[in-house]
């Protein structure tokens, strides 16, 4: 498995910190010198390293304390965080095109796994996601490249475009993509040609075809063995057609790892999928945070940061909870809640997780509006911070300047003033509800992005 070695001396190292109760900034420094030489040996480019480790070193220094955590901890919660950033923070998800079919072009160097990532990644859209992809067959140059493209279609029993080795790659992939559409495939696969070394030729070749179909995606397929020269062809991949994500492939080989985690650093493209082996299941969404949750071990503390991000959290929530008893609200807490919802997907779907909730009157009937939500949130992001603090302060040469600043109009800031008026209101007959009945009087409280 990739990143062993890696993994070995950063959990190493973390292990020597973990349980302290007091962390020097003697201790930071030689945390820091470790992890550095680990990184290095581990082939990752040396720019990468030095930003690493400066930002690791600043903020374990300079943290913010969490309660159940110890000092030791909260280091290794940082390096976890930067560790988890270098490779690209969240899951990437593959671009869908909104009028099908979505076009994915592999593009890499020869050998790299552009064929076989063709293939499963044609697997994994049919199986993981219900779609129905088409394999085309650009690669002219090399002899068996048609055919070994032929024989994993057959395998998945998915359809494979060609042309033989006479016809000219852009013609192949214009018209690949015109039978996908007439035969109603959703996803085509474009599987083009490697070249031992970046060459102009290619990459204008490739740069027509991107020029002729419009990909969606355009995927650089890199061989996670390849090491520190990985970068510099990722460089210049991007630099010549602007590639929109990276596969790793052979990360089930024995690589140092440290190629690949520089990739998203230089590029700032996402890593999407991991090739974790040669046969056609083996490919991985790539996420970062479970790569690096890997490479340092520790699951015990991890988990342990993890709830106490939750109790965070829930800290906050108290806090707002009060807030809303004494009805003394903001804009500010306004904004925070809206975050919240909007980062638990769309509201229809929350209010359906509620159990009961369908049953209930007033609830069924209430219809949200998606689009207001954008809205509200460009409006109350339009105020100055102490706007947001004390919504007296408005007067009409403020609302015209909101109104401006969100593209809004001042009839809509207007009523947003309103509505938030009268959900605080709504707060403070509540809370002297306390105890009394509740449920009584209207139909429960409307919120700005309500209809
Ligand atoms: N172990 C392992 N082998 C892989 C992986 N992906 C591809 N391979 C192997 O790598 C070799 C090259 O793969 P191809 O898919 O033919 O590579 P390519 O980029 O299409 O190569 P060219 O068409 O010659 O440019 C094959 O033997 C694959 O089986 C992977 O994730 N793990
Ligand atoms: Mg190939």
Redesign the pocket.
Same mark, same amino acid.
């Given at each position: 498995m990739a990143f062993e070695g890696l993994a070995e001396r950063l959990q190493e190292t973390m292990s020597k910190i973990k349980g302290k109760g007091k962390v020097s900034e003697a201790d930071v420094k030689t945390m820091a010198r470790e992890v550095r030489l680990a990184l290095l040996e581990a082939d990752v480019n040396f720019k990468v390293v030095k930003q690493f480790v400066n930002r690791v070193k600043e903020r374990a220094v300079g943290q913010e304390v969490m309660k159940s955590l110890t000092p030791g901890q909260q280091v290794i919660k940082v390096v976890n965080e930067e560790l988890t950033d270098l490779m690209g923070r969240e899951e990437s998800k593959l671009e869908q095109a909104e009028k099908p079919p979505t076009v994915i072009m592999m593009v %890499?160097?020869? %050998?790299? %796994?552009?064929?076989?990532?063709a293939a499963k990644l044609a697997n994994y859209l049919r199986k993981e996601k219900n779609r129905n992809p088409m394999l085309v067959a650009a690669?002219v140059y090399?002899p068996a490249?048609i055919d070994?493209l032929n024989t994993l279609g057959k395998q998945l029993n998915m359809p494979v475009y060609s042309q033989g080795t006479e016809a000219n790659p852009v013609d192949i992939v214009r018209e690949g993509v015109e039978q996908a559409k007439a035969e109603n495939h959703d996803y085509v696969l474009l599987?083009t040609? !490697?070249r031992l070394h970046v060459d102009e030729t290619l990459m204008e070749e490739l740069q027509g075809m991107k020029d002729a179909v419009q990909p969606d995606e355009v995927l650089l397929?890199v061989?996670a063995m390849t090491g520190q020269d990985a970068v510099n062809v990722a460089e210049h991949f991007n630099e010549q057609l602007s590639i929109s994500g990276v596969v790793l492939?052979?990360?089930? !080989?024995d690589t140092r790892g440290g190629a690949a985690l520089s990739i998203r650093a230089v590029t700032e493209k996402p890593i999407k999928f991991? !090739?974790? %082996?040669?046969k056609i299941d083996?490919?991985e969404t790539f996420h970062p945070e479970r790569m690096a949750s890997r490479i340092l071990g520790m699951g015990d503390v991890l988990s342990l940061i993890e709830k106490a991000q939750t109790n965070v959290d829930e800290e906050r929530a108290k806090e707002l909870e009060k807030k809303m008893r004494n009805a003394d609200i903001s804009f500010d807490d306004f904004l925070e809640q809206l975050e919240q919802v909007k980062s638990m997907g769309p509201l229809e779907d929350i209010l359906g997780m509620i159990p009961g909730a369908g049953k209930m009157k007033g609830l069924k009937n209430m219809q949200v509006d998606e689009s207001q939500i954008g809205r509200v949130e460009a409006i109350v992001r339009s105020m100055t911070k102490a706007e947001k603090q004390d919504p007296k302060l408005m007067n009409a040469s403020r609302k015209r300047r909101i109104a401006k600043g969100s593209g809004t109009t001042v009839q809509d800031v207007n009523k947003l003033l309103k509505q938030f008026e009268d959900m605080k209101k709504m707060m403070k007959q509540m809370s002297s509800m306390n105890g009394k009945k509740k449920g009584k009087g209207k139909g429960g409280m409307q919120l700005p992005f309500m209809r």
């Open positions: %890499g160097l020869q %050998g790299s %796994g552009k064929t076989t990532t690669d090399r490249a070994q599987d040609a !490697g397929v061989d492939t052979k990360l089930d !080989g991991a !090739g974790m %082996g040669e083996q490919l």
